[in-house]
């Protein structure tokens, strides 16, 4: 039996679709090997080619003579698989140029995001002066004390004001590819916790499971990185105006940001969220609970925001408990003696990070990670509300993607590892911990401390307010909030346009919520037919002066029915009553009075678990 045993070798194959490990013998024949190879990688002919080197050299060609062993293939060593292209392009090199930077051979191409291609072409050395009391050299000289550091230098970010605990990803990536090789063999693999499909070994699982299908246990670790650096919102109006809903109800709220991921020069090649918007989605919210419901226009919005330049950079919640009615006041809950987020917002916001993958060159899989945020409006130490920004981390996407994580019912700063059972495999998790005596050791994650997990992100507002979309003092209303009698419909347009004292079109239209609902209205919605028409919407969001948009001066006649302002008329055709009695039935029927006595800060119960899916996990 150890014979026999001492014959099986595991050879790893390397392919554009990641890297698979083939059991053979040492006697076995290279055509055997090679039949192996294209039935783990689904290939039905000889569609590939094999070589024992990453630049194509050393061709292994299927051979009824020839052994594995002859060829001197033996266990652990690394192939590297090719399928074949049209003629031509079999002399293509890998482009290691600066503009696409380095990728590793088998990583698909991908289109990266425009802040990465931008911080690929950047030093990103941090550049010091000469210190006059401890270089001793002249002023073209350089020496260990003024010698430009990396922008992995964790010396420079502890020392940062206030202490930078995660480099930035692309300083990360830096880090990964300076060392002689330029990173030519630096592969980011997600992590899988499913079994490995293919195994014809043995039973599939509840049956059977052996080393080349079973996933790895993972231990869990405090991420050295973060891929997204600070969050900031363009002004305190868009914050404002989302905690206006519970300012008014009592009741917890939520949204989606859309902004853009532009470069933050306080860290090196650090990356920050720009917040130019808020989207409020259909969602049933109480004191303690959020509920997000389906969204039929989520798509739509979507839509929208890319012709405006913008894009989904995360979302945001409140969990907010008033202390003091009459000071205004909030309750201190989220502090090192309770949570940062519960187990159930990591589960939630690592769902969100899995929809918004991260693309990346260095990845097998084209993606790593995620640049996508999550902010939490709560009180802080001075009860006042504060807004703290997080992402979880790559081993909680990977946890939540697979379905291995839980929340715990009475313990909302603890997570729970699933246990394997007959319809799921679940490998085991680890964290490690210090015990009373000072000792580090590694504790099975039933439960987990979510602390693990989390990635803290500051959250900041400029000094001089930036305004992508025009604020006027009689907004329009946002959608999604009926229960406050703030309804959008045709006669709330009217509204709007007719207090408005703006004579700049522009300004009058640039409002996001508003051209969500000419977009998405039922009962005359206005699309985007051309390109010169996108063009003129996306004026909207960098102010440029113009006229206005064709698809809006198509349906204007619908507001002069409602009193529009007598300056927008150069902008419609002929008036018309086409639709107006069901336009006025709609308006009719959604306009009421609406009252709200709530204080600004509303009373109710405190809640140690405001947000999140809903669990029956194990205690």
């Known amino acids: 039996m150890r014979a026999v045993s001492s014959l099986l070798q595991i050879i790893r194959v390397q392919s554009p679709e990641g890297v698979k490990r083939i059991t053979a013998t040492k006697r076995e024949t290279v055509a055997t090997f090679l039949k192996k190879v294209a039935k783990e990688f689904g290939f039905r002919n000889n569609g590939f080619s094999v070589y024992t080197n ?6 292994i060609t299927a051979s009824q003579n020839k052994s594995l062993n002859l060829l001197k293939i033996k ?29 590793p051979v088998g990583a698909p191409q991908v289109v990266e995001d425009e802040i990465d291609q931008y911080l690929i072409k950047q030093d990103g050395k941090i550049y010091r002066n000469r210190d006059q009391q401890l270089c001793r050299h002249g002023p073209l000289g350089k020496c260990v004390h003024c010698v430009p550091l990396e922008p992995f230098d964790e010396d420079y970010l502890n020392h940062l004001e206030p202490p930078v605990k995660h480099m930035s990803f692309h300083a990360y990536i830096r880090k990964l590819t300076g060392g002689a090789d330029k990173g030519k063999f630096v592969a980011l693999e997600n992590i899988s916790c499913k079994i490995k499909s293919g195994c014809e070994g043995h039973p599939p699982w509840p049956e059977g499971i052996c080393t080349k299908c079973q996933p790895s246990a993972i231990t869990l670790n405090r991420q050295k990185y973060r891929h997204v650096d600070n969050i900031m919102f363009e002004n305190h109006t868009i914050a404002d105006r989302f905690l206006d809903f519970w300012r008014k ?68 919640f409140t969990d907010l ?22 187990a159930e917002e990591c589960i939630t916001a690592g769902n969100f990070q899995n929809q918004q993958p991260n693309i990346c060159r260095l990845s097998p899989d084209g993606h790593f ?98 305004y992508t979309f025009s604020i006027s003092q009689n907004p329009f209303p946002i959608e999604n909030r009926d229960v406050l009698g703030e309804t959008q419909d045709f006669h709330s347009l009217a509204t709007y346009l007719s207090q408005n004292t703006s004579s700049v079109f522009l300004d009058i239209i640039s409002d996001f919520h508003l051209l969500l609902f000419l977009v998405t209205n039922e009962v005359m919605p206005l699309r985007v037919r051309n390109q010169e028409e996108m063009a003129m919407s996306a004026s909207l969001c960098t102010r440029e002066e113009g006229e206005a948009p064709a698809w809006f001066g198509e349906r204007k006649f619908v507001l002069d029915l409602y009193g529009g302002p007598a300056w927008l008329q150069r902008f419609s055709p002929s008036p018309g009553l086409t639709g107006f009695s069901l336009l006025q039935a709609q308006s009719a029927s959604r306009s009421q009075d609406y009252t709200s006595t709530v204080p600004w800060a509303a009373r109710r119960t405190p809640c140690r678990q405001p947000c999140g899916l809903a669990s029956t996990a194990p205690s």
């Open 369 to 466: 990670g995620s640049k996508f945020v999550t902010v939490v409006a709560t009180g802080g130490p001075d009860n006042q509300v504060h807004f703290e920004g997080y992402q979880v981390s790559n081993q909680c996407m990977a946890l939540v993607r697979d379905e291995c994580l839980l929340p715990c019912r009475d313990a909302p700063e603890l997570g729970y590892a699933k246990e394997s059972s007959s319809e799921q495999y679940v490998p085991d998790v680890f964290y490690k911990d210090i015990d009373k005596f000072g000792n580090e050791i590694t504790q099975l994650a039933r439960p987990l401390p979510v602390e693990y997990l989390i990635i803290d992100i500051t959250t900041t507002f400029p000094k001089d307010p930036v």
């Open 249 to 316: 109800t009592g009741n917890q709220h939520l949204g989606y940001l859309y902004g853009r991921y532009t470069e933050h020069k306080d860290i090196p090649l650090g990356i920050r969220a720009e917040v130019a918007a808020i989207y409020e989605p259909p969602q049933i919210g109480t004191q303690n609970s959020l509920e997000i419901l389906e969204d039929p226009k989520a798509e739509v919005v979507d839509e929208i925001a890319s012709k405006l330049g913008l894009r989904k950079v995360g979302w945001i």
């Open 75 to 103: 266990h652990g060593d690394m192939l590297f698989l090719y399928p074949s292209s049209p003629a031509g392009s079999s002399s293509e090199t890998m482009d290691t140029s600066v503009s696409q930077g380095l990728r």
């Open 321 to 342: 408990v008033s202390e003091d009615t009459r000071k205004g006041t909030v309750r201190y809950s989220r502090n090192k003696d309770t949570y940062y987020l519960s």
């Open 54 to 59: 990453r630049n194509r050299t050393g061709e």
